[in-house]
């Protein structure tokens, strides 16, 4: 049987992510700042190439940030109205999700300050 606590901690597993993907969304947007004053003035090929690939990597990551973020709350949303189904893959599935989500800007982030350092 599924008790109201398992199903509360459910639910406040699903707030964690919300939050850890709002910071992870912040850092993007910091990072783009970033770009922002790296690249006036730049006008080496690869340079180039390399602020027009984080400019498209951090417009990439913002939206699966924003995708993954609608799926929890989809899921959160599901939760409250059945709380009887207890646990579910799903459950699982978007953690994994989130696990790959946080790991992706985690290396972007490491790969631009490496860009910028150069």
């Not at 699966?64 to 709380?83: F, W």
């Amino acid at each position: 049987m599924y008790s109201k606590e398992q199903h509360q901690t459910l639910l406040n597993e699903c707030k964690e992510w919300h939050d850890e993907l709002d910071s992870c969304r912040s850092r993007i947007n910091q990072m783009k700042d970033e770009l922002y004053q790296f690249a006036p003035g730049k006008t080496d090929k690869d340079v180039l190439i390399g602020i027009e690939h984080f400019h498209n990597q951090f417009h990439i990551q913002l939206i699966n940030i924003h995708d993954l973020k609608h799926e929890i709350k989809y899921h959160q949303n599901e939760a409250n109205h059945h709380p009887e189904l207890g646990p579910r893959v799903e459950h699982h599935r978007i953690k994994d999700k989130l696990d790959m989500e946080l790991g992706d800007c985690k290396n972007l982030d490491e790969e631009f300050h490496s860009f910028i350092r150069k």
